[in-house]
């Protein structure tokens, strides 16, 4: 099969690769669409340590049932299927307690670390244990539905969050995460979305997708700008989905004394932080990581439009020219939120027609 390697930093290779092999409990998936997310780029890189090569990355995607192992019952060659980024092993204490995504034993799609290496879907077959499987409904395309990982990320970030019927959430970062997690807050109830970026074309993105306010963070002075929306310059809840140390002082900043910040972006290794300003405001700071359970309900969500990710995907290109759409996502002054990769460069027989 032809696979998308990632050999040396900043370098990716278009090459033949042995089919993966698949044991008696995994499926082997045929992949119609794989997305390219930001640690993979930044992973590309080098500098995260989590994408050492060689590796093939990718985890978030979708595709068709080719084959299945004997101990498989349940999926068929022909059904179309999305799965979860984490490998998890369904028996240890975490996993028999429905949070799969901090199984003692979780392996990631597409992720190489010391400790262990999984090809992912940047290929034309990937292969998995069975149980992270979930079906398409008719009305999801490929390419939506390969988006639905970053949807249950952020899903799940909004469902570990308590968010009061009609409260002004803030999200900090409108790339794909924040752009989804302003859905998501909608969703579990919010009544105010304010979204705040330093990109204009990121934050009319933003209002497309429903906020209510947008803020360009650099242009204008944050909480006043919160203060002129909403009447106050603090808010009950804030996401963080951006990673890095000034967007996470501006969240702390920007939560309300007694309030909830959970932080989704993960791209610095370690921040500096005003401590003074979590003690004395009595903040509930908690993180945010993968997804437990959402898969479900957010592919019900996307398939009735309550939950879009479409509007996010800026490009969709072979697989093959995989180097040059990792070029244009790390050149980042393009615009672009998500690329779209297309193994084979075709569609499977059994491409849903919406749109
Ligand atoms: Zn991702
Ligand atoms: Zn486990």
Not at 65 to 70: L, M, S, T
Not at 107 to 113: A, K, R
Not at 293 to 310: H, N, Q
Request: with cysteine; glycine share 10%.
């Amino acid at each position: 099969m032809k696979a998308l390697v990632h050999t040396a930093p900043l370098r990716l290779e278009y090459v033949e690769r042995p089919m993966p092999a698949i044991g008696p409990a995994d499926v082997l998936v045929r992949v119609a669409a794989v997305a390219i997310c930001g640690s993979d780029v930044h992973g590309y890189t080098g500098s995260t340590g989590r994408r050492i090569p060689p590796i093939v990355m990718g985890h978030e995607a979708s595709g068709v049932v080719e084959a299945a192992g004997p101990q498989v019952a349940g999926w068929q060659a022909g059904d179309r299927v999305t799965f979860d980024s984490t490998i998890y092993c369904n028996e240890c204490p975490e996993c028999r307690h429905g949070r799969v995504n901090l199984c003692e034993n979780r392996q990631i799609l597409g992720v190489s670390t010391p400790l262990f290496r999984r090809d992912g879907a940047m290929a034309e077959f990937v292969a998995m244990p069975n149980w992270i499987l979930h079906r398409l409904p008719d009305a999801l395309s490929f390419e939506e539905a390969a988006l639905v990982e970053p949807a249950a990320v952020a899903m799940h970030a909004a469902r570990i969050t308590p968010i009061e019927p009609g409260a002004v959430v803030v999200v900090v970062g409108a790339g794909a995460i924040g752009l989804l997690a302003l859905q998501a807050a909608r969703i579990r109830g919010a009544g105010t979305v304010v979204i705040m970026d330093v990109r204009e074309e990121r934050l009319a993105l933003a209002r497309q997708l429903g906020a209510d306010v947008e803020v360009n963070s650099e242009a204008a002075d944050p909480r006043e700008a919160l203060r002129s929306a909403t009447g106050k310059a603090t808010a009950d809840v804030v996401l963080e989905a951006v990673g890095i140390g000034k967007t996470v002082q501006l969240a702390t900043e920007l939560t309300a004394p007694g309030g909830n910040l959970t932080l989704i972006g993960n791209v610095q290794p370690s921040i500096e932080q005003n401590l003074q300003t979590i003690v004395s405001k009595e903040l509930t700071i908690r993180g945010s990581a993968a997804s437990a359970g959402e898969y479900p309900m957010c592919l019900a969500l996307m398939a009735d439009g309550r939950l879009r990710t479409r509007p996010l995907i800026s490009r969709t290109m072979p697989l093959s020219d995989g180097q040059a759409a990792f070029d244009a996502l790390h050149g980042a002054k393009t615009g672009l939120i998500k690329i779209v990769l297309r193994p084979g460069g075709r569609a499977p027989s059994t491409e849903a027609t919406h749109a």
